[in-house]
């Protein structure tokens, strides 16, 4: 499988090296230098890359985002990538590329998402975009392709849902960014990135420097309701230095370490669901060491606990079938839909959300426009006239 080259160093020549278009470079024996120079090739500030080679474009699109955009966003382009790279011969040059490599990628992979699709298109065109910025190729030839619709975020979480999902968390830290999450519609990131030093009690607010903010453009600034000032307060305590939301562990909440704890969430929304629908699978006899003669009681004991684990696994599966999947993001999504059906501006809203665009307001929240009660009392409202 293709993959994108690092420097690697050769001991026996006390060297630095890294193998782009199936040629070793040779980078210098001095660590720092040699990855300077990595750089610069990467770069396209050194033209060892065959230009016209789709892989080596990726290459240097690359290095180029790791040095110049936020570790998650070089992560995002390296995995959609990667990806693609995947389904394509490893010296597929620039003008070879035609939309129909995406089309059988697709059809190889029914299940993916539409957004999965469209990110994975995204990826491709901006890599090469930028290519022709850099004038490392004479034009992209899929510039006008038309990407894959995303799929839409329409989970809106009610108050009766929200009471319900406390009243299954059985851990305190994952309640409190949980409640964090509904009362300020702050970005999964944010959440789990605040620190002491980013709070102004003074102001009751969340501050996050410009160098921080999503976008880079400008300072990003979280206002918080009295249940979150509290929170914030007592979590300050707590964790002094780092950040202020942490999970049972006491170690900071990562993407992965969220995912495990709302898959606990769904398996627990799953059994309350087998249990009303009366879903049960037979469990296994109680062990009874009587029925056994002492030389075998402690093997028969091993395999009986085997086989109650083996059962509780198999109620964990059946319930995820039947459980509910939540995640932060739709915390954030509610807390929009709530703001606007409250009367909310959209600007205001909007700058709330920390959107440098209020019209993504509009893209994202056309759900609200089937909804006949808010339809009607913004028409009224618009009229001076009351239901």
């Known amino acids: 499988m293709p993959h994108f080259p690092k420097p690697f160093f050769r001991a026996s020549r006390r060297l630095w090296y890294v193998q782009l278009g199936g040629k070793q470079i040779n980078l210098g024996p001095d660590q720092n230098a040699a990855h300077e120079h990595y750089h610069k090739l990467m770069s396209g500030k050194i033209q060892h890359v065959s230009n016209e080679q789709l892989l080596a474009i990726f290459e240097a699109f690359l290095e180029w985002t790791k040095q110049n955009t936020a570790p998650k966003t070089y992560e995002w382009y390296q995995r959609h990538l990667q990806l693609f790279v995947k389904s394509i011969p490893v010296k597929l040059r620039v003008d070879q590329l035609t ?26 065109q ?52 949980l409640l964090a999450a509904w009362e300020t519609g702050a970005r999964p990131q944010e959440l789990t990135r605040v620190e002491g030093r980013h709070v102004d009690l003074i102001n ?18 979280i206002y918080l309701s009295e249940p979150i000032m509290h929170l914030t307060r007592k979590l300050i305590l707590r964790h002094p230095v780092g950040p202020l939301f942490r999970n049972e562990k006491g170690e ?20 309350q669901k087998m249990k009303q629908l009366g879903i049960t699978l037979e469990h296994p006899h109680r062990f009874d060491a009587a029925h056994y003669s002492p030389g075998k009681q402690e093997a028969e004991r091993k395999s009986h606990q085997k086989k109650l684990y083996e ?21 954030r999504h509610t807390w929009a839909t709530r703001a606007l059906q409250r009367g909310l501006d959209p600007l205001t809203v909007a700058i709330l959300m920390g959107h440098s665009d209020p019209s993504m307001l509009a893209k994202v929240y056309q759900h ?16 001076g006239t009351h239901g």
Not at 150 to 172: F, K, M, P
Not at 311 to 331: E, I, N, P, V
Request: hydrophobic content about 35%; glycine content about 4%.
């Open 126 to 177: 901006r890599a090469l975009n930028w290519a022709e910025e850099q004038r490392l190729i004479d034009r992209s030839p899929i510039s006008t392709m038309k990407k894959p619709k995303c799929n839409a975020r329409h989970v809106v979480i009610s108050q009766s849902e929200y009471d319900h999902i406390l009243q299954l968390v059985t851990g305190e830290n994952f309640t409190e960014i």
């Open 311 to 331: 059962h509780r696994k198999s109620l964990d599966k059946l319930a995820r079938k039947h459980g509910t999947r939540y995640c932060l993001y739709h915390f």
């Open 99 to 124: 939309p129909h490599h995406f089309t059988e990628l697709f059809s190889n992979h029914p299940n993916w998402s539409g957004s999965t699709r469209h990110g994975l298109c995204r990826a491709v």
């Open 252 to 271: 900071p909440w990562t993407k992965s370490s969220l995912a495990c704890a709302f898959g606990r969430l769904k398996i627990a929304f799953g059994h």
């Open 368 to 383: 609200l426009a089937h909804d006949p009660a808010h339809m009607l009392k913004a028409a009224q409202r618009a009229t």
């Open 204 to 221: 009751q607010r969340w501050v996050f420097s410009i160098e921080e903010a999503k976008g880079k453009k400008a300072p990003r600034i």
